[in-house]
């Protein structure tokens, strides 16, 4: 059973940093395309970050020079340091997963929510000003 886990969540002040964990479990995949979301009430979810098992990363402009995304795909952790902070950044964070054949096959920030196969539950951040 494919699970993902998200950890790092928490309060902070605008300005500072944050890094969030995100653990896979369950499945070995060929090539992988993993992301980093996030979601405000109300609102849709939203691609922010990709990375593939290709080396491919790639951001949402909102985060982009903010954030950095990285995947160690041997050991199917995905993390997402983000830096400089903004009240704006307030939302829960989730993983996600998508099997590919190979990680040249991941479409980046392009790819829809819906593109991805598996989500953990969320890590909550919350950026106070």
């Known amino acids: 059973q494919v699970r993902l886990e998200e950890s790092g969540g928490g309060s902070v002040k605008a300005g500072g940093s944050l890094r969030l964990s995100c653990e896979g479990s369950g499945y070995t995949y060929i090539g992988s395309c993993m992301a980093w979301l996030r979601q405000t009430p109300g609102k849709k979810r939203v691609v922010i970050a990709t990375?593939?098992?290709?080396?491919?990363?790639s951001y949402a402009d909102s985060v982009k020079d903010r954030f950095i995304i990285s995947l160690d795909d041997a050991k199917n952790t995905l993390a997402l340091q983000m830096n400089s902070l903004k009240p704006e950044d307030t939302a829960m964070y989730y993983c996600?997963?998508?099997?590919?054949?190979?990680?040249?096959?991941?479409?980046?920030?392009?790819?829809?929510?819906?593109?991805?196969?598996?989500w953990g539950q969320g890590t909550q951040v919350t950026v106070s000003s």
């Open positions: 990375a593939s098992s290709d080396g491919r990363t």
């Open positions: 996600a997963v998508k099997a590919v054949p190979d990680g040249k096959y991941c479409r980046g920030i392009n790819a829809p929510p819906e593109e991805y196969d598996h």
